[in-house]
């Protein structure tokens, strides 16, 4: 049974700092494109940041380009989301996600991914 389980979110001012992660369990990690997304109350779920199998390439959104960096860990199966210079409009729930077909390239659709954790809680205050 696959699992990815989120953990580092909280409550942050403005200009802080967070780092999530996500270990994954069950799913042959090393060989799949990871990505984290989020979604703000009443927004759809939108992509943050994605890191491909091997850990050489990686993506952002424009909205956190130079303020997040994506990182992967495969000997621990670990993702990990650092979040520098966060902002009130980064609050939502944050969620990692593996890519359904392994080898994948960078992907930034929620359709492109087939196993999802249950999320993280991120808010930033002003």
């Known amino acids: 049974q696959v699992q990815l389980v989120e953990s580092g979110g909280g409550l942050v001012q403005a200009g802080g700092s967070l780092r999530l992660s996500c270990a994954a369990s069950g799913h042959p990690f090393s060989s799949y494109t990871m990505g984290w997304f989020r979604q703000a109350p009443g927004k759809e779920r939108e992509f943050v940041a994605a890191i491909t199998w091997g850990g050489g390439r990686t993506r952002y959104s424009d909205s956190v380009k130079g303020r997040f960096t994506i990182s992967r860990d495969n000997a621990k199966k670990e993702v990990s989301l650092q979040m520098n210079s966060l902002k009130p409009e980064d609050t939502a729930v944050y969620y990692c996600?593996?890519?359904?077909?392994?080898?994948?390239?960078?992907?930034?659709?929620?359709?492109?991914?087939?196993?999802w954790g249950q999320g993280t809680q991120v808010t930033v205050s002003s």
């Open positions: 996600a593996a890519a359904k077909l392994a080898f994948s390239g960078l992907l930034t659709t929620t359709n492109d991914y087939g196993y």
